[in-house]
């Protein structure tokens, strides 16, 4: 067989491997990943890598060796799922770095992370003064999550005894120019419903609109694909007529 044949056939075995073991896996491994699932994605990535390009070998290893470690990282989640103390053993637990105010050096420093690094995640979660913060936690995933002082923390309606509405998830009913049909029929709503609202904002032809979505009051936000904009704010420092160069 041709070799860039081959590779192109191992490549596609490889990429549809990877994307089934993804699917797999569930969105945990993307949305929490730990140091393990890191370790893991890098083993995983580096087999299909294989797969792919080294035609020396038989595919069948690699496919096997895929196979045992997608096997071991759903036993792993599944152990961890309905054994508590498994999950915080094989996938770390919260630890605390600000205590009332005060950085925590021990637990710093058995994590090997340093101040700058608390700083820097701090600054990201909008918080740029130590003395703003009551408790600060790295979570297993190396996320930090922060909790700030009272008295530092933004108002809100319930602070102020004022009550507020039920807003609920908008649902979406034109994406790219195609009908959402699911989302009308939650909604009770019908497809020449939805075409006279359409028409009633000018729009006469669903490859006109980009978005649409309707949210918990039944108001429908509207967003076409020709936007007529007055003026187009440009954040970039490019004067009129520059080509980028």
């Known amino acids: 067989m041709n070799p860039f044949l081959e590779i192109l056939l191992r490549a596609v075995g490889a990429f549809m491997g990877v994307l089934f073991i993804t699917r797999l896996v569930g969105k945990s491994q993307v949305g929490q990943l730990t140091i393990s699932d890191y370790v ?4 995983i990535g580096s087999i299909a890598a294989c797969l792919a ?3 020396k070998e038989n595919p069948w290893y690699y496919v096997f060796g895929l196979a045992v470690f997608a096997s071991l990282t759903i036993l792993v989640q599944y152990v961890s799922l309905i054994y508590r103390p498994a999950r915080k053993f094989l996938l770390d637990e919260p630890t605390v770095v600000v ?35 009551e408790f600060a936690i790295v979570e297993p995933n190396g996320a930090l999550s922060v909790l700030p002082k009272s008295q530092k923390r933004p108002v ?3 602070d102020l005894g004022i009550p507020t509405k039920y807003e609920g998830v908008p649902s979406e009913l034109i994406v ?24 009633k904002q000018g729009v006469k032809s669903l490859k006109e609109v980009l978005y649409a979505s309707l949210d918990s009051e039944g108001r429908l ?24 160069q």
């Open 221 to 244: 936000y509207l967003d076409k694909r020709q936007d007529k904009l007055e003026h187009l704010t440009d954040v970039t420092d490019k004067l009129p007529g520059q080509n980028g």
């Open 40 to 43: 893991n994605g890098i083993v």
């Open 99 to 133: 205590h009332n105010g005060c950085i925590l050096e021990r637990n710093m420093a058995r994590m090997r992370y340093n101040v700058d690094d608390l700083m820097s995640q701090l600054r990201e979660k909008g918080y740029f003064n130590l003395a703003d913060v």
């Open 176 to 199: 790219d120019g195609q009908i959402i049909y699911q989302n009308l029929v939650q909604n009770n709503l019908t497809e020449e419903w939805l075409l006279k609202e359409l028409e």
């Open 53 to 55: 390009t080294d035609i």
């Open 156 to 158: 809100t309606p319930e």
